[in-house]
C-alpha cells in the first residue's frame, strides 16, 4: 500500500530535507514546512533511520478544504482508521489552527476524535474502545482553511538522536547543526573545525556523516510499533543501517571553546554518541586559535549577542572569526548568526548566504569561501 509523507523541516530548510530524501532514491518535493514523498510504510522507518535534518515524518492520510466542523467531521470520518489503528490503539489528537475560519484547536481536536471513535467503534461492531495499547498520534492542522490530516510515524521529534542528555546555554538543534554540515559543503576527507563548539553538536553530526552513521541507529520510532510495518522489513532496514556504519573511517574533526563546562558537556556528548578520543576537545580562545592543517572548513554558531549589552562583544567576537578566516587562508568557514551587521563586522561578504531559523530565532546562515 503506498502513502504520501511529509518529512517536516524548521523554515529554511525545506530543500535540504528534500534534498537529502532524493539522495535515498525518493522522487521527494520542498513545500513549506517540509518535503513531500511517497512510499509504503517501511519507507517512513527508512526515512526516520536516516534522516538528519527533518524534525519528524508524517504520514498524511487527508487534505482538503475545512469551512465548518461538519467538514472537518466528515473528513475525519473518511479514513479508514479500522485499517491503521489495531483495536486497543490510544489516540492522542492534537490540532493546529492558522488563519482559517476554524480556529478553536480545542474543538477541532474534539470534532476530529469524535469522527475517529464513532468509525473504529461502528466498523469494529463495539461500543468501548479501551486506548491502552501502542499511541497513535494524529494531528489536525487546519491552515487558510485546508485541512491536513496525519499520523506521527516518528515519535519523539527526530533531532532526540539519544547522544544529548544535558543541554549547554545555547545549544544548536541536532537537525539543524547536521543542516548547516550539509550547506557547508564539507567532503569527510577534509578536516572540520568549529572554534566555538559548546557542546559539540556540530561536530558530532559531522561524526555522523562521515563514519555514515545513520542518526536513528539508537532510538526507536513510533512506526515501528504500529503494526503496519512487518517485523522483516523491520529487522532488514535495521541490520542495513548496522551494516553502514562504518565508526573505524578515518576523519579530522575537532574543536574548542573558551568555555570549560560546555567543553565537559561536549566530552559528555562525544562519549554518548560513540565517538569518545575520536573528536579532540581543547580550552582555546579563538582569538588566538592557529591550525596547522590545510582546506579544512571552520563551522560554527558563535553567540548571538541578544542579551541587553551583549551585542557588542559578539560583534567584536564576530570580527575575530573574520581575522581567524584570514590566519587560514586555505580554509573556508561557515557561520550561522542573527545579526543583521554580521557581515560588516566579520570584515567581508559572505560567497553564499541563506535565511533559516534557530528555534525562533531568524539567522541567517553565512558561507565564505576563497580570499
Ligand atoms: C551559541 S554557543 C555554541 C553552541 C554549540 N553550537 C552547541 O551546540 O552547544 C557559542 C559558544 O561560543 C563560545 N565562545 C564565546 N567566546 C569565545 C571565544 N573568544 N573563543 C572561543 N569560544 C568562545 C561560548 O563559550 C559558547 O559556548
Known amino acids: 500500500m503506498t502513502f504520501t509523507f511529509l518529512a517536516t523541516a524548521a523554515f529554511g530548510l525545506e530543500g535540504v530535507v528534500a534534498d537529502e530524501l532524493k539522495r535515498m532514491g525518493f522522487a521527494a518535493r520542498a513545500e513549506i514546512g517540509g518535503a513531500r514523498f511517497s512510499g509504503e510504510p517501511a519507507d517512513a522507518l527508512r526515512a526516520n533511520l536516516w534522516l538528519r535534518t527533518a524534525d519528524r515524518v508524517l504520514m498524511v492520510l487527508c487534505e482538503r478544504e475545512a469551512l465548518t466542523f461538519e467538514d472537518l467531521y466528515q473528513a475525519v470520518y473518511a479514513v479508514p482508521w479500522e485499517t491503521l489503528l489495531p483495536r486497543d490503539a490510544a489516540i492522542p489528537v492534537s490540532g493546529k489552527c492558522v488563519r482559517s475560519r476554524l480556529m478553536s484547536v480545542r474543538d477541532c481536536q474534539a470534532v476530529a476524535k469524535k469522527a475517529i471513535v464513532t468509525r473504529l467503534m461502528e466498523r469494529l461492531r463495539t461500543n468501548a ?27 519523539e521529534a527526530l533531532n532526540r538522536r539519544g547522544y544529548r542528555t544535558w543541554n549547554g546555554e545555547a545549544p544548536l538543534r541536532e537537525t539543524l547543526a547536521a543542516a548547516l554540515v550539509e550547506l557547508s559543503h564539507w567532503r569527510p576527507e577534509q578536516p572540520l573545525y568549529d572554534p566555538c563548539c559548546g557542546t559539540g553538536t556540530l561536530l558530532i553530526e559531522a561524526a555522523m556523516r562521515a563514519t555514515r552513521r545513520a542518526p536513528g541507529l539508537k532510538r526507536s520510532f513510533a512506526c515501528e510499533r504500529f503494526g503496519l510495518i512487518a517485523k522483516a522489513d523491520i529487522d532488514r532496514l535495521r541490520a542495513q543501517a548496522e551494516a553502514e556504519y562504518a565508526p573505524e573511517v578515518p576523519f579530522d574533526i575537532g574543536g574548542s571553546d573558551i568555555d570549560p563546562e560546555a567543553l565537559e558537556l561536549g566530552r559528555r556528548h562525544i562519549r554518548q554518541a560513540g565517538f569518545e578520543y575520536r573528536i579532540p576537545l581543547e580550552a582555546d580562545d579563538l582569538r588566538r586559535l592557529q591550525l596547522p592543517q590545510e582546506n579544512g572548513v571552520f563551522l560554527c554558531n558563535p553567540p548571538y549577542g541578544e542579551r541587553l549589552g551583549d551585542a557588542e562583544s559578539a560583534r567584536a567576537l564576530y570580527r575575530e572569526l573574520g581575522l581567524l578566516l584570514r590566519r587560514h587562508p586555505t580554509w573556508r568557514m561557515g557561520v550561522i548568526a542573527a545579526d543583521p551587521a554580521f557581515e ?15 528555534g525562533r530565532l531568524e539567522c541567517e546562515f553565512h558561507l565564505f569561501v576563497g580570499r
Request: overall charge positive.
Open 129 to 155: 474502545l479501551p486506548e491502552t495499547g501502542e499511541a497513535f498520534p494524529v494531528e489536525v492542522a487546519i491552515r487558510q482553511d485546508q485541512l491536513r490530516i496525519t499520523l506521527d510515524t516518528s515519535g
Open 344 to 358: 560588516r563586522a566579520f570584515g567581508r561578504r559572505a560567497t553564499r548566504k541563506r535565511r533559516l531559523y534557530n
